[in-house]
C-alpha cells in the first residue's frame, strides 16, 4: 500500500485566496483525522470522520475551514479565505478502529 | 492549556549517551502512545502502551507508562545519530476518542 498520500506538498499562496489540501486515505481505513501542526502550539486536531460521515469538527478553528469526505477513498480541506496565520504543517491520517494512525507526509502551508 | 506536557522540548546530546524524555498530564488515559517526526515527513508510530506500569522495549528503547496512566517516559540508551528526530507522545481518554499529542521531544544526536 502507499500510505496516506496528500497533495500537495507545498502550497504558496497569498491572504485572501482560497486552499485545498487533499489526501487519500490508506484503503479500507474507516477514519480519517486531519491534524495542524505549528511550532508554538504542536500537533492539533481539526476534524475527524468515521466511514466518511464527520464526527467531532471542534478543532477547526473558524468558518474560514471547511472539510469534507465525498468517499472512502477522498478528503479536502480548504480554508478560504486564507490568512498568514494559517500557515502551517497540515497532516492527514488514515486509521482502522483501535489501530494506530498513519500519516500522510503533509502538506506545508505558506500564506503570505 | 497542553492536555499532555512533554519535557524537554529541546535535547542535544553525543552519540553513545543515554538519554529520558518525559510525557505529563493530569488526566488518565486508555492507552499511550510514542510517535517519531523526522523532516519533511508525518509522525510514525514506534509503540503503544495501554496497561498501568507496562514498560516495553523496542531495541534501544524504554517505554513505560506509569501506574496511574498519566505519564510516560521514553529512555533511550547508546544514542546513534539515526534517533535525531521529533518524539511525541499521544493519549487517548478512550476507545473511541481521537488522540491529543504532546509538543514533542525535539532530539539531536551528535556524531
Known amino acids: 500500500d502507499a500510505g496516506v498520500i496528500q497533495s500537495p506538498r507545498h502550497e504558496v499562496t497569498e491572504m485572501g485566496q482560497e486552499v485545498t489540501l487533499r489526501c487519500k486515505p490508506i484503503s479500507g481505513h474507516d477514519y480519517l483525522f486531519w491534524y495542524r501542526q505549528t511550532m508554538m502550539r504542536g500537533l492539533e486536531l481539526l476534524i475527524y470522520?468515521?466511514?466518511?460521515?464527520?464526527?467531532?469538527d471542534s478543532g477547526m478553528p473558524e468558518d474560514r475551514f471547511s472539510a469534507k469526505m465525498p468517499n472512502a477513498s477522498f478528503s479536502t480541506l480548504k480554508i478560504q479565505p486564507s490568512e498568514p496565520r494559517d500557515s502551517a504543517v497540515y497532516f492527514c491520517?488514515?486509521?482502522?478502529?483501535?489501530?494506530?494512525?498513519?500519516f500522510g507526509n503533509g502538506t506545508r502551508l505558506t500564506v503570505t | 492549556t497542553q492536555l499532555l506536557e512533554q519535557s524537554p522540548q529541546f535535547l542535544s546530546i553525543q552519540e553513545g549517551e543515554n538519554l529520558t524524555v518525559y510525557c505529563n498530564s493530569s488526566s488518565v488515559f486508555s492507552s499511550l502512545q510514542w510517535y517519531r517526526q523526522e523532516p519533511g515527513e508525518g509522525p510514525v508510530l514506534l509503540v503503544t502502551?495501554?496497561?498501568?506500569?507496562e514498560v516495553k522495549k523496542l531495541k534501544r528503547l524504554t517505554f513505560q507508562f506509569g501506574d496511574a496512566r498519566k505519564d510516560s517516559s521514553l529512555h533511550i540508551t547508546a544514542a546513534q545519530p539515526g534517533d535525531t528526530g521529533l518524539y511525541l507522545c499521544?493519549?487517548?481518554?478512550?476507545?473511541?476518542?481521537?488522540?491529543?499529542f504532546g509538543k514533542g521531544t525535539r532530539l539531536s544526536v551528535i556524531a
Open positions: 470522520f468515521n466511514n466518511n460521515v464527520p464526527i467531532d
Open positions: 502502551v495501554v496497561t498501568g506500569g
Open positions: 491520517a488514515s486509521s482502522l478502529y483501535g489501530s494506530p494512525l498513519h
Open positions: 499521544a493519549g487517548a481518554r478512550s476507545g473511541n476518542t481521537p488522540l491529543v
